[in-house]
């Protein structure tokens, strides 16, 4: 079971992964007892873009991969989380809500 402990709490920097984020969505929940839009910067093809996160998904098959639907300027598109990063809603994410 994943916990929303403070110690769960999102990476700044680095990958976004299925268990961080869903620590993430269960304490922000319980604190301000809505689902929190995600937002994300994502690389894709070189370039860094905004997004919210729509959807997760494990790639099943041997690599054992993790992947989230983004919505971003491209459209929704899938995108692995070693090319996610949260904007965990300190200020320093350019991707951040009223940015």
């Excluded at 110690?7 to 689902?35: C, E, F, K, M």
């Excluded at 965990?88 to 951040?96: L, P, Q």
């Amino acid at each position: 079971m994943i916990s929303a402990h403070a110690n769960d709490t999102l990476p700044v920097s680095g990958p976004l992964t299925h268990r961080a984020y869903t620590a993430h969505v269960v304490t922000a929940a319980l604190q301000r007892a809505v689902v929190p839009i995600v937002h994300v910067q994502l690389r894709r093809k070189g370039a860094v873009l905004c997004g919210t996160v729509a959807e997760m998904v494990e790639d099943f098959n041997e690599s054992g991969h993790e992947w989230f639907k983004v919505d971003c300027p491209l459209g929704r598109v899938w995108v692995e989380s070693k090319n996610l990063r949260l904007c965990s809603g300190d200020g320093r994410c350019s991707c951040e809500a009223g940015a």
